[in-house]
Structures are given as structure tokens and as C-alpha cells.
């Protein structure tokens, strides 16, 4: 039976590089995000092995549609790409408490509650867990979008530590400045992206395709034995640690 993949996050940016990837290697790819009309230019982007799901996996109420939408297949590669920076007003208390749970909502709670639901679905020996972070972990300047990403790092941890005995891997990317996303949309000036072009050793923005390369060596024959890792994909603006 062909392989399944389950990508969050996947109609645009680096989980539909992902995705398409994924599905060029012979996956059949579920691909999930909240909005239906990205999805479906995503599915035919992406070609016949893809089928979508729209769901906000940060909601425990909607990703049981993820799991019927498996419908009793195996899982063999699960990428939580799902998430986004947060902002809010934070002229008060409540102000802060509802930007930090946001950012943590999206960008942990959705990776959790995801790889919870699936987990009993994941190929044993075989199956492989990835969770999308960002070099804003590693060196600050978001807010809680830092630290929510951050906090991907223990959770990968720990998933490798806990799941390593069933032949499960798990493990960290943490892309540095890519364009062709919509992260930046309506954030980015000429002058902002030039100085993360400049911050890099490669002196160049990274692209989805850069992430989906370093998934591709993960889920591959190559990355059996690689678990419990936070995989900088960056260009050297952070150095490896």
C-alpha cells in the first residue's frame, strides 16, 4: 500500500513545498490548514495523491476530522508545520495573557494535539514525527512566537525519547529567513529583507523548497537514525549548537 503523510499547515508556504515533496517521493499526502479555498489550489498544485482537510488543529473539538480523514491507514510521516506569529495588544495584562496563549495555541498546542490523535497511527517500526520551528527560538526577537517555537524543542525531545523504543523518530527544523511564504506578508520592507539576506553566510533568503529538502532526507533512507535533533536550516545565520 502506498505510503500516507500527514502535513499541518500545508496549503501554503513551507508545508506545501512539503507536501508536493512528499507526494513527488510516491506518498499519498493529507494536507490540513483552516482555510478550504487555499487547500484546494494547494491539492491541485500539489496533484492526485493529495486530499485536504480543513481543520484548526489548535482546536481539540476539529482535529478528530483529521484522524476519520486517515481512515485506518498507517501514518508514516506526520509534519507539523502548523502556525504563525501572533501579534496583539499588549497595553494590558488580559492583552498579554491572550497574545502569549494565541502564539502557544498555534504553534504548540496544534503540534500536540495533532501527533496526540495520531500517534496510534503511526507506522511501528518506521514512523516519523517532524515539528517546523523557527531560528527565532534559538535567538529571540518574537515574544512568545520565540518561546512558543522554543518549546517545540522539549516537545520533539521528548517525543524521540519516549517513542525511540517503538522505532518512531522525532525531531526538530528550525528554518531561518524564508521567502515565498506568507509569514511575512505585509511585514517585510525592502530594507528588513536585505538585512537577513546580509545576517546570512550564504547571503541569501532561504525558500520552501529548502525546508522540504531537509524533510526529504529525514523521511528517507538516510534518516533512520536521526532522532532527537534540532536540524538548523538557515543559511548560518545562527550557527549550530
Known amino acids: 500500500m502506498t505510503r500516507l503523510a500527514v502535513v499541518t499547515g500545508g496549503g501554503t508556504g513551507i508545508g506545501k513545498a ?23 489550489d494547494a491539492v491541485k498544485w500539489i496533484g492526485p495523491q493529495a486530499t485536504a482537510v480543513t481543520a484548526d488543529v489548535s482546536d481539540p473539538a476539529q482535529v478528530p476530522a483529521v484522524v476519520e480523514a486517515v481512515a485506518g491507514r498507517t501514518v508514516d510521516v506526520l509534519v507539523n508545520n502548523a502556525g504563525a506569529y501572533i501579534s496583539g495588544d499588549e497595553d494590558t495584562l488580559d492583552g498579554v495573557a491572550a497574545r502569549w496563549r494565541a502564539n502557544l495555541d498555534s504553534n504548540v498546542l496544534s503540534a500536540v494535539l495533532t501527533t496526540t490523535a495520531l500517534l496510534p497511527r503511526l507506522r511501528r517500526p518506521g514512523g516519523k514525527i517532524i515539528l517546523t520551528s523557527s531560528i527565532a527560538a534559538q535567538r529571540g526577537g518574537g515574544g512568545p512566537y520565540s518561546a512558543a517555537k522554543a518549546a517545540l524543542h522539549g516537545y520533539g525531545l521528548d517525543l524521540a525519547t519516549s517513542l525511540g523504543a517503538e522505532g518512531i523518530t522525532a525531531n526538530v527544523i528550525s528554518p531561518g529567513y524564508i521567502t515565498d511564504s506568507e509569514f511575512f506578508d505585509g511585514r517585510m520592507t525592502p530594507e528588513g529583507h536585505q538585512k537577513r539576506v546580509d545576517a546570512s553566510l550564504v547571503k541569501r533568503a532561504g525558500v520552501p523548497d529548502d525546508i522540504a529538502e531537509a524533510v526529504r532526507w529525514l523521511v528517507g533512507p538516510g534518516g533512520g537514525f536521526v532522532t532527537g535533533q534540532i536540524i538548523n536550516v538557515n543559511g548560518g545565520t545562527v550557527l549550530g549548537r
Not at 490548514?33 to 487547500?39: D, S, T
Open 18 to 40: 512539503t507536501a508536493g515533496m512528499l507526494a513527488g517521493e510516491g506518498f499519498d499526502v493529507i494536507i490540513v490548514g483552516r482555510r478550504a479555498e487555499v487547500l484546494a
